[in-house]
């Protein structure tokens, strides 16, 4: 499966950014999908994940500010992230899970797209 990530860009601290997530097919029955960053020299982290039914996990660094969703019909994941920090900025890629759980390890990778957020 393929996967299109868009809504990446510049954004002061405390401001919001939507990050969406396109899949080439249909497979919302099947898999989970996540959001994972990677910032300059470090290594790639996940950020948040959400079964095929719905269930929501979240990195402690972003609990109460970052929301995933999904919306099954557009084929579309999507992360909402509120009050951003300089520390958010990062290189964000959505995935495909194997199975419905982030547990199970990424079948696909989105391109990334790039969040910046100046202080």
């Known amino acids: 499966v393929q996967l299109q990530a868009s809504g990446g860009g510049l954004v002061q601290a405390g401001g919001s950014l939507r990050l969406s997530c396109v899949a080439s097919?249909?497979?919302?029955?099947?898999?989970?999908m996540g959001w994972y960053r990677q910032a300059p020299g470090e290594p790639r982290e996940r950020v948040a994940s959400?079964?095929?039914?719905?269930?929501?996990n979240y990195a402690d660094s972003v609990k109460g500010r970052f929301t995933i969703s999904r919306d099954n019909a557009k084929k579309t994941v999507y992360l909402q992230m509120n009050s951003l920090k300089p520390e958010d900025t990062a290189v964000y890629y959505c995935?495909?899970?194997?199975?419905?759980?982030?547990?199970?390890?990424?079948?696909?990778w989105g391109q990334g797209t790039l969040v910046t957020v100046s202080s």
């Open positions: 959400i079964t095929s039914g719905g269930l929501t």
């Open positions: 097919r249909s497979i919302f029955g099947i898999n989970g």
């Open positions: 995935a495909a899970y194997r199975g419905s759980h982030y547990y199970t390890g990424v079948n696909s």
